[in-house]
């Protein structure tokens, strides 16, 4: 809203200072092009970086994470904290695929997820997927064999 009252006050200021260095056009649009640069930055600013970090920082100091056991059975695999649990059996998962902080299970609208940080290192990583691929139906496992953040798993520390 500021961005938008000053472009207003002063965009024939804007447009006097660029009509000698400009083609007519741009400085016609110039203040419009100035809001938008403007309003894209704070966007970035804001809501990519600064909304972002306080919010972590905000739950982290209102809510500490709680402790969480998770278990593979020879049927499922099962979360369980102080709040609640959840459990999906292997059937369910449609395909399995890494991020740089998780290993995720796609089930339906809802992604399940063991963070890496659970895994001592890359061969106790390994190793899991390892043992997950067999348990999935064919169909998840030849979609996750597939997918290139399973393969370089698969294939590290070999």
């Known amino acids: 809203m500021l961005t938008i009252v000053a472009v207003l ?6 447009r006097s200072v660029l009509s000698p ?5 741009i400085v016609f649009w110039s203040p419009l092009i100035v809001f938008v640069v403007v309003a894209t930055a704070m966007w970035l600013f ?11 920082r905000w739950l ?3 809510k500490a994470p709680v402790p969480l056991t998770f278990d593979l059975l020879p049927d499922r695999m099962r979360w369980e904290s102080q709040d609640g649990g959840r459990w999906v059996r292997w059937e369910a998962i449609e395909r399995m695929f890494l991020t740089a902080t998780s290993v995720c299970f796609l089930v339906g609208n809802m992604t399940h997820f063991v963070p890496r940080s659970a895994f001592k290192d890359s061969i106790a990583l390994r ?4 043992m ?4 999935l139906s064919e169909p998840a496992r030849r ?16």
């Open 46 to 56: 804001v809501c990519r970086w600064l909304v972002w970090k306080a919010s972590a």
């Open 127 to 130: 190793e899991f997927a390892d």
């Open 143 to 158: 979609a996750s064999v597939s997918d290139k953040s399973v393969i370089a798993v698969r294939g590290a520390s070999v």
């Open 132 to 135: 997950v691929l067999p348990r």
């Open 9 to 14: 006050r002063w965009d024939e200021a804007i």
């Open 60 to 62: 982290a100091e209102r």
């Open 21 to 25: 260095l400009l083609p007519p056009t």
